[in-house]
């Protein structure tokens, strides 16, 4: 079975400053995807940044980018010039697809960023 | 454009009932996914809908079940409730074209509490 590991529980950043949230996965795959979704207080999830295994290229949103590892099975979110709206829980997540359909998101155990103002 | 609607947004039951849960996709999205969430399990996939189709399913027992309607709409139930099963229960959709790497809105959820 796939894992999502987050290591960091907790991240602390000072408004418009860069943070960097780690997270590794395991997989057999080689046709997946990687997700970053953002879970504020009101509980909705939305979608950051989204990255195909296929694609060298690391993926980019804005001030939202990632550093995508596959050989490390790495796959970690930078956000640039920290903002009090970026507080909120992050989750890493995994899809992949065994037999015909994708497998739904494998999630890590988030990280709750912190913005100091 | 309308989002994901979940309803309720709280419910509270006692061991034994049943509960069924609505979700409501963004028009012209096809596929609807539930998780549910939890503080000791995080959140972890229930299943997948894909035009009134069951198009893949996580690692739950038989009491969690789900359809989907014509219009795309689904409800989840949950029957012979567990104290276990108190939990956010988030809603997503998606437009289910390629079923693969596709992003997910996802609603507000449904608090449910087991008592």
């Known amino acids: 079975a796939q894992t999502v590991t987050q290591s960091q529980p907790e991240m602390s950043v000072q408004e418009a400053e860069t943070v960097t949230l780690s997270c590794t996965y395991d997989?057999?795959?080689?046709?997946?995807?990687l997700f970053w979704y953002k879970q504020p207080p009101s509980r909705q999830m939305i979608l950051v940044i989204r990255?195909?295994?296929?694609?060298?290229q690391n993926a980019t949103e804005n001030r939202f980018s990632v550093n995508f590892q596959k050989a490390a099975k790495s796959f970690s979110l930078k956000i640039s010039d920290s903002q009090l709206g970026d507080a909120a829980m992050y989750f890493c997540?995994?899809?992949?697809?065994?037999?015909?359909?994708?497998?739904?998101?494998?999630f890590g155990k988030g990280t709750h960023l912190i913005i100091q103002p | 454009k309308a989002g994901v609607t979940q309803t309720p947004r709280y419910l509270i039951k006692t061991r034994g009932q049943q509960v069924t849960l609505s979700c409501s996709p963004i028009?012209?999205?096809?596929?609807v996914s539930w998780y549910q969430q939890t503080p000791g399990q995080g959140l972890q996939f229930l299943f997948e809908?894909?035009?009134?189709?069951?198009?893949n399913k996580g690692n739950f027992p038989g009491r969690f079940s789900g359809r989907q309607f014509s219009n795309s709409r689904s409800e989840m139930n949950v029957s012979t409730l567990e104290l276990g099963d108190s939990a956010l229960y988030l809603c997503?959709?998606?437009?289910?074209?390629?079923?693969?790497?596709?992003?997910?809105?996802f609603g507000s959820g449904t608090q449910l509490s087991v008592l």
């Open positions: 997503a959709s998606s437009l289910g074209t390629t079923g693969l790497g596709e992003k997910l809105f």
């Open positions: 028009s012209g999205h096809r596929s």
């Open positions: 990255q195909e295994a296929y694609k060298q």
């Open positions: 809908y894909f035009s009134e189709t069951q198009r």
């Open positions: 997989t057999s795959e080689s046709d997946y995807y």
């Open positions: 997540a995994y899809e992949g697809r065994s037999g015909g359909g994708a497998d739904g998101l494998t």
